[in-house]
């Protein structure tokens, strides 16, 4: 597959500018600084807690701002025009991915800034963040391409931002239901499971099964967009 | 000369109606084809089968000698340029944001915006917001869009559906301008008076197929009537047969003094239209 950092880039610039003047993606990327700020000052410190809204912050950010993204360029019969253009499936898909990604950086770290949350070991931790907001990405760009609105896209949002979040339920659930304790390989609670492994003193070498499983998550997402967005190329 | 695009037999069903039936028509390198038809007949179908987004159901669709298909490669892409109905413009920026996102995507300088936007009209809406733009305008913007990286092959749907005669006329004199540099244009429309002008061909599409396919010149000779109206002195009109016994009687009107004007009865396209297929163009 070909890839021209150039149109990327040139997709990347467009969304800046355009999604400054965005409303929904404004208040989409503030509701987690608000609630960081208030724990913050709780003084909570409590890794499940915290992880909870970095899920949130992933689902609100990585998954919803993407998803609105790319709906908003179907409801307005953009895409089709990028589609159309010399630039790949692959140029389209990162540079359409690349604020989101950014967006979502800055966000997490301003939450954790505001919750007074300092990982023992930041470089394990940045790189389970950096790859959990790839697979959150993934699955944004995914919902924005099966619906066809941007009303649409907030609503089938939902259900996703609910179970990513709150995901760490399941596994309660899942001493009665043994099926549930698939969803131990969900990459909500690979991150969760990696931070308190962290907490405990791990190190990379520690922790390298649970980002091979987010890893493999993205692969999938990844997978399952690119198929879905090709299948988007034609009528 | 070589053929641009080479269509055959080509068919499209949607679940069981049949929006494409048999057609076939080549199109030549440098050629303004036109493919008229009233709103529903496939015009906007065929262009979505040439330009692949749309998948026929029988038949073959050749452009530049490979199957339709193939265009979704980037390099067959640069070659063409697509305005239809879904052809959509970023709302919240500039005209000059959507173009200059587009010379990214084609690897065209920035200095060929103001060139295409003085080709549509719009050298002074560069800095407008698309949100703030009448329909005309959004169409022209599109339009620049569509030919801003000079495109070997032109696909234009109803490219002046929404604009006013006096934009009609700046489009038309930009397309020629494409045409004179070499670009083939296929054009649909149901504008019998846009067809006229600027077509070397054109085919009439009618429920799914193609009906006639000649030069408006040859189509109009075609469907004449061999007569001629004489508006003569006293304001009547006569209609007079082309032959020995109308010269005879045009001698005599002339003799007399008599004759204000002469013409000949050749049909519209638009005639033609309506006497081939019984529809009207709407």
């Keep these: 597959m070909i890839f021209s950092i150039k149109r990327s880039f040139a997709i990347f610039q467009k969304d800046y500018k355009d999604v400054s003047k965005n409303l929904y993606v404004t208040v989409s990327v503030l509701m987690p600084l608000a609630l960081a700020a208030l724990w913050g000052m709780d003084g909570i410190d409590n890794i499940n807690i915290h992880y909870m809204l970095f899920n949130m912050t992933l689902c609100m950010v990585a998954a919803y701002v993407q998803c609105c993204l790319i709906a908003e360029e179907k409801e307005k019969n953009t895409l089709r025009g990028l589609m159309l253009s010399p630039a790949s499936t692959m140029d389209i898909l990162v540079g359409k991915s690349l604020l989101s990604f950014i967006a979502t950086f800055i966000i997490l770290v301003a939450c954790a800034f505001l919750q007074d949350y300092k990982p023992e070991n930041l470089l394990v931790i940045s790189l389970a963040m950096a790859l959990s907001t790839i697979f959150y990405i993934g699955l944004g760009t995914v919902l924005g391409l099966v619906t066809k609105s941007v009303m649409e896209a907030s609503v089938i949002i939902l259900p996703f931002i609910g179970f990513f979040s709150f995901g760490s339920f399941l596994t309660v659930l899942a001493e009665s239901f043994p099926i549930l304790k698939v969803t131990e390989y969900l990459p909500n609670l690979q991150l969760i499971e990696i931070a308190n492994k962290v907490h405990s003193g791990a190190s990379l070498s520690d922790v390298w099964f649970n980002l091979a499983v987010i890893f493999a998550s993205i692969v999938v997402i990844f997978a399952i967009a690119i198929v879905v967005f090709r299948k988007r190329m034609m009528d | ?282």
């Design chain 2, 1 to 282: 000369m070589e053929n641009i695009i080479e269509v055959s037999g080509l068919a499209k069903m949607f679940s069981n109606l049949a929006a494409l039936k048999d057609v076939s028509f080549k199109v030549k390198k440098g050629e303004t084809f036109g493919f008229l038809g009233p709103s529903g007949s496939g015009k906007t179908t065929t262009i979505k089968i040439l330009t692949a987004q749309l998948a026929q159901t029988d038949g073959e669709a050749l452009v530049f000698g490979v199957p339709a298909l193939k265009l979704k490669e980037g390099s067959y892409r640069k070659r063409i340029g697509v305005l239809t109905d879904n052809s959509g413009l970023y709302v919240r920026l500039t005209v000059y944001d959507n173009l200059k996102l587009y010379c990214d995507l084609y690897d065209v300088p920035y200095t060929r915006i103001d060139e295409v936007l003085d080709m549509v009209n719009l050298k002074d809406a560069k800095k407008k917001v698309i949100s703030k733009l009448s329909k005309g305008m959004l169409q022209r913007v599109t339009l620049a869009r569509a030919f801003l990286h000079k495109p070997d092959l032109l696909f234009l749907d109803e490219p002046t559906s929404a604009l006013d005669p006096v934009n009609t006329k700046h489009i038309y004199k930009g397309l020629e301008n494409l045409k004179e540099q070499g670009t083939t244009i296929f054009l649909t429309t149901h504008d019998m008076n846009e067809a006229e002008t600027l077509c070397d061909r054109v085919a009439f599409l009618n429920e799914g197929k193609i009906q006639l396919l000649d030069s408006p010149k040859a189509l109009r000779k075609k469907f004449a009537d061999n007569t001629i109206t004489v508006e003569l002195a006293d304001g009547s009109k006569e209609i007079i047969d082309r032959g020995a016994e109308g010269a005879q009687t045009m001698y005599n009107y002339m003799s007399e003094n008599k004759v204000v004007s002469i013409y000949s009865n050749e049909p519209t396209l638009g005639d033609i239209f309506v006497e081939v297929t019984g529809r009207k163009l709407s």
